[in-house]
């Protein structure tokens, strides 16, 4: 019940992040990086290869278990799913989440998500696929190599930045576990702790836990959709879903869930955790779109942050944040504006 | 020191703390301390401490009443002054952080948003309070002051509605504050009924 930074609480230390943090100094990287832009403007030619992110040298660093080490530095910057976008600083994407796991304010997360144990960790695949199972989240990740995507994250609230993730497909998965022909759907669960996740004992929230999100099967399959295990070159941080999240960057960000226990598949549309207790405001589909506004506010436009007070950085929302090209097709000949 | 001077030192420090929220906030935004999202932020600072100060004037009567502090009295004024200052400023955070003054928003906003009507249904009701708060304006009203004034009742009212309309899962401070409204506005109608 207590209130979040109220008067006199200062701001977070890197030492409040991590028990035992880890603090490099990524600048030479960065400028190794930035004296190859004298080649060519090809798009993608001074980052191709490279996922090093300028990370202030006094903010932790996550670098996840050491089996996931080398599969994170070997991964490969794909130009195809990039934008020119400026990124959100590392500190401000590490430092302003939702994940009501961990409770509601923006600061709470980073607070509170510290002592996750991430590693070991298992999934569990179950419905209607052919190999259904526990598995270790090492062995999940096995045949994957990683890619480095830059994305949009547009948040339900009317807010977003711009992020670099380290993941791979979400199809791909999926095709492994060969889903039968009755995998209309696919859920995907949070995990439910209330050890480790001290939202989950708040007797005044009306979310229902584990939170539970989902998508439609074609929607998996969109190339766009991504398991996602890092973030800037390293681990996932815990308040950012650590150590496996999903990203469907043309969905407003509650459809991006976190700290994934479990992927489902079915005949049936789950009931998804933020539909279930507001269905009028959130839609199972959720796709950006600045023409259906949430009852409470605008979707037109979005404060892209960080925003300073003088500029706000608003600018306006495009439809399914700006990805139409690659998904407006899943959704045609559907009424949006039924199907929000 | 006299009597008089020490009762100026205390009505200083009274103005200092219901102004320190304030104070604070500048600090915090002059450190670049208010996160990724500083105009949010101020918004919501600013309006959750009209909403204490408003709680605060109407708990003058029933300390006065039930905890016998006449004292507070003379204080009401200001509590309730500094309840309308930080709803103006929540409203001009408002319209030029968050949408940055541009008109059609502001309109859209102001007329489609349940809780901003709401809002803005409490603050302009706060507006004529404001205006008659003073001395003077209190003899010239003379009865009709304390009718103009018991608009307070329906304001808070108002105000808790604009908070409760806002919630999205998590309720517990809504429910603080709904409580103490109870009591605050409760142990009126309590004492009303009483012959
Ligand atoms: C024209 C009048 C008003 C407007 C346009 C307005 C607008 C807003 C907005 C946009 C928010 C932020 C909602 C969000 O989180 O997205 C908010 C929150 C709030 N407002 Fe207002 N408001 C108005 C009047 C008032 C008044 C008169 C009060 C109190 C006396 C008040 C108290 C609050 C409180 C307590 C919050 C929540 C703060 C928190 O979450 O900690 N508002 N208002």
Redesign the pocket.
Same mark, same amino acid.
Request: net charge negative.
């Given at each position: 019940m207590k209130r979040y930074r109220r008067i006199g609480s200062p701001s977070i230390q890197p030492s409040e992040i991590t028990p035992e943090p880890i603090y490099r100094n990524r600048r030479r990287f960065m400028q190794a990086a930035l004296s190859m832009t004298a080649l060519p403007v090809l798009g993608f030619s001074s980052q191709a290869g490279a996922t090093d992110y300028d990370i202030a040298g006094d903010l932790p660093i996550y670098e996840g278990p050491s089996w996931l080490q080398p599969k994170l530095a070997s991964a490969v910057h794909n130009p195809g799913y990039s934008t020119e976008e400026k990124l959100a600083p590392y500190y401000d994407a590490i430092t302003h989440n939702n994940f009501y796991e961990f409770g509601t304010d923006k600061r709470d997360p980073v607070r509170h998500a510290q002592g996750l144990i991430t590693d070991p960790w298992q999934v569990e695949i179950s419905g209607a696929v052919a190999k259904p199972g526990q598995y270790h989240l090492e062995d999940i990740l096995a045949p994957h190599a990683l890619e480095d995507r830059i994305y949009r994250l547009r948040c339900v609230?009317a807010w977003s930045m711009v992020i670099p993730w380290l993941g791979f497909p979400l199809a791909d998965l999926i095709k492994r576990f060969e889903p039968t022909s009755k995998a209309k759907y696919v859920h995907f669960t949070t995990l439910e702790d209330k050890e480790q996740m001290p939202g989950q004992s708040n007797l005044f929230g009306t979310i229902t836990w584990p939170y539970v999100e989902g998508l439609r099967i074609d929607e998996a399959m969109n190339p766009l959709a991504l398991l996602v295990v890092g973030m800037y070159g390293n681990a996932l941080p815990p308040q950012n879903g650590a150590p496996l999240r999903l990203v469907v960057p043309w969905k407003y960000g509650f459809k991006s869930i976190k700290s994934i226990v479990r992927i489902h598949f079915s005949e049936t549309m789950p009931q998804t955790s933020w539909n279930h207790i507001a269905p009028d405001e959130y839609g199972f589909y959720a796709n950006v779109n600045p023409a259906v506004d949430h009852p409470r506010?605008s979707q037109a436009t979005e404060r892209r942050l960080p925003s300073s007070l003088f500029s706000p950085n608003i600018i306006d929302t495009l439809p399914f944040n700006g990805y139409a090209e690659e998904v407006a097709d899943l959704y045609k000949g559907m009424d949006l504006k039924q199907w929000f | 020191m006299s009597a008089l001077q020490r009762k100026g030192w205390i009505r200083w420090s009274v103005f200092l703390l219901l102004l320190l929220p304030l104070i604070l906030l500048i600090q915090r935004l002059l450190n670049g301390d208010l996160g990724a999202d500083p105009a949010?932020f101020i918004?919501?600072?600013l309006?959750?401490w009209? %909403?204490c100060w %408003?709680w605060l004037t109407l708990s003058v009567t029933p300390a006065r009443i039930y905890l016998g502090w006449r004292w507070l009295t003379s204080y009401r004024r200001m509590f309730g002054l500094f309840?309308f200052f930080y709803?103006v400023l929540? %409203?001009l955070a408002?319209a030029t952080f968050?949408l940055g003054w541009r008109w059609d928003s502001l309109i859209t906003?102001?007329t489609k948003r349940p809780y901003?009507i709401v809002?803005?249904l409490?603050?302009l009701c706060?507006l004529p309070l404001a205006i008659t708060s003073t001395k003077g304006m209190q003899r010239k009203l003379g009865k009709d002051w304390k009718r103009l004034h018991s608009l307070i009742y329906p304001i808070s009212i108002l105000?808790m509605l604009?908070?409760t309309l806002?919630i999205r899962s998590d309720f517990s401070?809504q429910l603080i504050f709904a409580v103490l409204l109870v009591v605050l506005l409760g142990c009126r109608i309590y004492r009303k009924r009483r012959p």
């Open positions: 609230e506010w | 949010k918004v919501k600072e309006g959750y009209s %909403l %408003l309840a709803a929540h %409203l408002f968050l906003e102001l901003i809002g803005s409490a603050l706060m105000v604009h908070y806002q401070q």
